[in-house]
């Protein structure tokens, strides 16, 4: 998993150049204004703030494109919403934006990664959620990774037959 790559691009690129990866992740968990979405100010509008510059970042992220899978593309919602955060985000605010990442991937041959973390970690549904990736799917988008985003051992593989279960309902097979 290649994190926040564009952050250093001369860095991220020589890692990819130096090594024969079989298939390398392309994720976004912080923003450059903000090191750690777990720690935001409680607060509207730094969660606004937060989530502009979080999804404008990605863009970017995508469009480099040096990876097969974007991942947990909802990555956020785990820490602002369900459980941990409580706080709801009106996400049709970033509609025109995800359309665009789910565009570009699916432009440059990108899997998109369905996440099972949040299942199990306080956001209740996988990253991205059914919603996105029927969008996706709308879209034109046929590549889906799904990982379990296992930090312990007892986690590898962890709500994998749910999300499989709900990639089956919207039409994967």
Known sequence: ELGQPLYDLP?????????????????????????????LPDSEEVRRRYMDEY??????????GKFCSLSHLTFPLRFISGDIGGHE??????????????????????ALEVNSSGIRKGLHVSMPSAEYIERYRRLGGRLITVGSDAHRVEDVGADIPQCLDMLKEIGYN
Not at 55 to 64: G, I, K, P, S, T
Not at 100 to 106: D, F, G, R, V
């Open 55 to 64: 999804f404008d970042e990605v863009l970017a992220l995508a469009e480099w």
């Open 11 to 39: 860095q991220a690129e020589r890692i990819l150049e130096e090594y024969d990866y079989d298939f390398v992740l392309g994720s976004q968990h912080r923003t450059r204004s903000y090191a750690r979405v777990d720690k």
């Open 89 to 110: 985000v009106d996400m049709r605010r970033y509609s025109s934006i995800i359309d665009k990442i789910l565009e570009t991937i699916i432009s440059k041959d990108i």
